[in-house]
């Protein structure tokens, strides 16, 4: 999708004139809007403002630099004439980098330079990024852009029984039922799946091992895990050594741990296999109870 560049304009500085057009994109939330100098074949240069400012931050920068330049200067999402996210939604570095990557496919781009303002200089520090989170982006927009294409697949309830089970093979027929009962919804001629299909989107926003190990650390309260024999470390697959690291990290903070038999939905399947566990451990620290009756003055948490 290539944006409109429109309203030509003029705007005086103490060293020259310089003409701007301004810069629309359309994005699946409304548009991401900026400014734009210099000849349509000129070397690309990206500008990226800071923090609560907007595309203007450039307005005397630019005219200095060369006029045979091309300089597309942006607002960000939720700065100057660009559209707000959606509510609900956050500002964070990972997505401005994705609104970045999409100019740049919208300007089709191979090559280009980036002049960064504070913020803006932190967003450009990360195209070298995470495959992760380079791939959780690539995937975002390449759903985007697809928009148009488009459809929910309709389903008997058979087969919407089957593909769940697929996707969770150790679910019962019984559990898969329970699922269904929010996971579709009946529309003409069978069923569709109720979740929005861009939860199987690459997750953009990981951290490591030891972050990870450190966030832990950190917990206070008192912990019970429940591992299932065929569980979360066999459903997943995980590096070699992980699961006794993060055995380890709990075992270091005094958690419970409780090894049962049994699948990655036991609490599903066969939630008599767990439940009076959980009560056991729930009971142990009750809101009636003062701090000083429970170990280490904490409160406890499943």
């Known amino acids: 999708m290539i944006p409109a560049f429109t309203s030509l304009r003029h705007f005086g500085t103490t060293a ?3 003409a ?3 810069f629309r994109l359309t994005v699946p939330w409304g548009e991401m809007r ?3 100098w210099g000849p349509s074949h000129g070397r690309p240069v990206l500008c990226l403002h800071g923090w609560a400012d907007n595309s203007g931050t450039f307005n005397t920068l630019i005219p200095l630099l060369p006029k045979d330049w091309r300089f597309v200067a942006i607002d960000f999402p939720g700065h ?6 959606p509510d609900g939604c956050f500002y964070t570095f990972p997505l401005y980098v994705a609104d970045v990557r999409r100019v740049v496919e919208a300007l089709q781009w191979k090559r280009f330079s980036i002049i960064g303002h504070s913020m803006g200089g932190n967003v450009a520090g990360m195209p070298d990024m995470f495959e992760n989170m380079r791939k ?3 995937d975002q927009i390449h759903y985007d852009n697809k928009m148009d294409e488009r459809k929910e ?9 089957e593909r769940l089970k697929i996707a969770n093979p150790v679910l019962s027929d019984h559990s898969a039922d329970i699922l269904l009962e929010r996971a579709v919804r009946e529309v003409e001629g069978g069923f569709i799946f109720t979740r929005d299909f861009r939860i199987n989107l690459k997750n953009i926003v990981n951290i490591s091992m030891q972050q990870g190990l450190y966030m832990l650390s950190l917990i206070k309260t008192r912990v019970m895990l429940l591992l299932a024999s065929e569980g979360l470390f066999k459903t997943f697959a ?5 699961g006794d690291m993060i055995r380890k990290s709990w075992t270091d903070q005094k958690a419970t741990i409780i090894d049962i038999e049994g699948d990655h939905h036991i609490h599903l399947n066969k939630p008599e296999s767990v439940a009076s566990i959980i009560t056991d451990f729930l009971q142990s620290h009750s809101p009636d109870k003062t701090e000083s009756e429970c170990d280490n003055n904490q409160t406890s948490k499943l």
């Open 16 to 18: 020259m004139r310089r």
């Open 20 to 22: 701007a057009s301004e």
């Open 34 to 36: 900026g400014q734009v």
């Open 80 to 85: 100057g004439l660009s559209s707000h996210r």
């Open 136 to 138: 959780g982006i690539n």
């Open 153 to 161: 697949k309709v389903y008997t309830y058979e087969k919407a029984k």
């Open 238 to 242: 995980l590096p070699n050594g992980y």
